[in-house]
C-alpha cells in the first residue's frame, strides 16, 4: 500500500505536474481577461475599427475609379 502511495506521490507531485498546472491558470487568466475585454465593449470597438477602415478603403477606390485611376 505504501508503494502505491510513493507512486502516486511521485507521478502527480513532481516538477511536470507542477508546470501544467500554472500553465492551465495562465491559460485561465488569459481567456478570463479576453471575455471580460469583449463582454465590456472591446468587441465593438474592434469591430467598429474593422468596419471604418473598409468603408475607408472602399470609397477611396470609389473615388481613384471615378477620377480616371486605375482600379
Known amino acids: 500500500m505504501i ?5 502516486l506521490r511521485a507521478r502527480y ?4 505536474a507542477q508546470g501544467m498546472v500554472e500553465y492551465a491558470l495562465i491559460v485561465a487568466v488569459v481567456v478570463g481577461i479576453a ?14 475599427a474593422f468596419n471604418s477602415a473598409a468603408n475607408a478603403v ?3 477606390s470609389k473615388s ?3 477620377a480616371g485611376g486605375q482600379g
Open 3 to 7: 508503494e502505491i502511495i510513493n507512486y
Open 13 to 16: 507531485m513532481s516538477e511536470k
Open 58 to 60: 472602399d470609397s477611396a
Open 35 to 48: 471575455i471580460a475585454a469583449f463582454k465590456g465593449g472591446l468587441g465593438n470597438a474592434v469591430t467598429n
Open 64 to 66: 481613384g475609379a471615378a
